[in-house]
Every structure is written in C-alpha cells, then in structure tokens.
C-alpha cells in the first residue's frame, strides 16, 4: 500500500514540481549537483529536501545507491478540485525569435477542469506578434507537449535548435512557414531541419496576477 503523502510546504512543493519537469522531459533524476545549481542551493538543502519528500510519501529512491528517484504521483500539479500548478519554464517570442531559455520559473495555477493534458507547460510572452489573436507581451501561454503540428495550429517552434518563438505553423512541403498575427511582421521561413515543434499552445493567462509559485 503506498504511503500516504503528507502535505508540502511552499518550498518543498517547489522542489517536487522541479523534479517532475526533469523527469518528465526525459532527462532523468537530476543530480545533487544539477539540481543545487539549477536551484540555486546548496547540495546539503537539496539532500534535505529529497529525504524529506521521501518521508512525506511523495518520492521514492531507487536503483543503485538509491540515486534514481521515482514520484508517487500520476498528477503531482493538481492542488485542488478545481486547480493544477503547471510549471514555468522560461521565456519565448511572439516577434522575433528569442534565444530558448530553459530554466525554471516558478508555477501558474490553472482551472483543472480546462488544461488536462500531462506534462503541461508555461512560457513567458515576449513580443506581440500574434496580438491578432488575443497573445501580448506579458502573457503566459500554456502549452500541451508535441513534437507535430497541424497546419493552422499556433505552436511553440524551436528554431535551429536555439531559438523559441510562438507563431501559426504551416507546412508547405518543402520548407516550413511560421506566421505570425500582427502585419507589421514578415512570414518566417524555414527548411523543414530548422524547425522542431516544442508545444502546441492551449490557452493564454494574464499578466503576472496570475502567477502562483507555490
């Protein structure tokens, strides 16, 4: 019978919601080291704060000197009936591209009964190239996870693997347009290497009101 999980403090919480990005985006349990710089902690309060996740019940170590760590959660962001966190992961551009930032930012609460996907993201609106359609600078846009979009789709694009950028996605065959809603922007171009698709975006919070780092 699995242990029941106590309750999380703000700090802890932060700690479990970093970990369920590293592993679910595939990198895997991060290490003492990745997790304190990515934290910007010591090694001891990271140490500290994996054991006390494991005794509250929502971790658990495994593998060879225990180094690998599995949740004990399906859906560790849900906080309530009603609401989920879903993590901040940096920045993107609706306007130029902007170089892909990677680091944690904290987390929103959304309305569960709206965003149900799994691993669902947040990035940071830089730009107002898509303001056509409701996207400015400030915004947070939630986003579902892909690796594909269909034409017409508004996505998250990765642009030779260093910059992101949110715009309407067309694939025309031999090369990929991104376009965006505002005509004070050109159509982007790209071969079809250049381009890979992060997200597919879900919805759109306002403004820092909405943040919630718990």
């Keep these: 019978m699995r242990q029941q999980q106590l309750a999380l403090t703000s700090r802890q919480r932060e700690f ?96 569960a009964s709206i965003y149900r996907g799994n691993h669902l993201f ?5 730009g107002d190239s898509m303001k056509k359609v409701g996207i400015f600078a400030g915004d947070l846009a939630i986003c579902e996870p892909r690796q594909f979009a269909v034409n017409g789709e508004i996505v998250v694009a990765l642009i030779n693997d260093e910059e992101a950028t949110i715009k309407r996605f067309f694939y025309q065959g031999d090369h990929i347009d991104l376009l965006p809603e505002n005509d004070s922007f050109p159509v982007m171009t790209y071969s079809l290497g250049e381009v890979l698709i992060q997200g597919k975006v879900i919805g759109i919070h306002r403004g820092p009101e909405q943040m919630a780092r718990l």
Aim: include cysteine.
């Design 122 to 126: 947040a990035l940071l609106v830089q």
């Design 16 to 111: 479990y919601d970093y970990l369920r990005n590293c592993i679910g985006s595939g990198a895997g349990s991060p290490s003492l080291r990745k997790a304190a710089e990515d934290l910007k902690i010591t090694h001891t309060a990271v140490a500290g704060l994996v054991q006390t996740l494991q005794e509250k019940g929502w971790i658990r170590r495994e593998g060879r000197y225990s180094r690998e760590i599995a949740l004990l959660t399906s859906d560790c962001t849900k906080t309530s009936s009603d609401g989920r966190t879903v993590p901040i992961l940096g920045k993107v551009a609706a306007g130029l591209p902007l170089y892909a930032q990677q680091e944690w930012a904290g987390n929103i609460l959304v309305d």
